[in-house]
């Protein structure tokens, strides 16, 4: 079973199989619940708003799931993005997309978010405030249908909020701004703490850096872009501090690999970048 949140996508980006999901999401097809709920709880099962999604005209392109050493894989949180027939077709540098995540095991609800897929990078984005619903698994299929049109319908406000982004400039100022705030979604400044992993001057300059020349430039997605790739993706400096190394060691992160933690932050990232457009 392949759990890596950045690595579930085929390679050029197609719609998966059901063996494809199964392999790297098996709690999708789970149709039973946690043995720890009661008969009363009603579970919204994945596999069955599949159907749903494809006769909207979505289907699944990226699958992951929570690694779990004690919670049973089929009950596991998990997420599941979709692209419309039309958008996977495209060949733009970005397309929108509908992300899901739920589980089986009683610890929430399901939610959808509009998000989008730029190709340079492979880089899957989830906007914040405005862009997500959520309902609870008693709601079952007919409010997921409600709550699905509802977030169709703001994919084209995410597109026009990207196209205001690309047309603001920012300063190299507001860039490092914008970068000291994206940091901060997963690391704390370092001032002397104990153990833990900790952003230092470093850490914001590297999640600013150029990686390619599609990512080259000042509008405020291109900067957002940069920061997301280099929160999420790792390979920026931090200082850890373990029993091994009680004054800290400089060394690179590592990717998020969390369904949770994924969700929060690529959600906390949006809701900067977007402040520095609406502000």
Known sequence: MSNHVIFSRNADNSILTPAQIQHRAPAVFSTTKSERLSDRYVSLNTSDVLPIMADYGYFPTQAAQKRSRKASTEHTAHMLAFS??????????????????NSHDGTGSVKLFAGLFRFICSNGIVAGDGFQSRIYHSKALNGFEEMLR????TLPLLMDRID????????????????????????????GQSKGAYAVAQTVKDVLQVRRDGD??????????????????????????TDVHPQGVMRKARPVNSIKEHQRINSALWNIADEFVTA
């Open 216 to 241: 080259e430039g000042y509008n405020a997605f291109t900067v957002f872009n940069r920061i997301q790739e280099g929160v999420i993706r790792g390979n920026a400096m931090i200082r850890s501090i």
């Open 150 to 153: 509802t977030t169709t319908a």
């Open 84 to 101: 419309s027939a039309h958008d996977i077709a495209e060949t733009g540098d970005v397309r929108p997309e509908i992300i899901l995540y």
């Open 164 to 191: 205001k982004m690309r047309g603001v400039s920012l300063s190299t100022g507001e860039a490092y701004d914008m970068a000291i705030a994206g940091v901060a979604t997963r690391w704390s400044d370092y001032t």
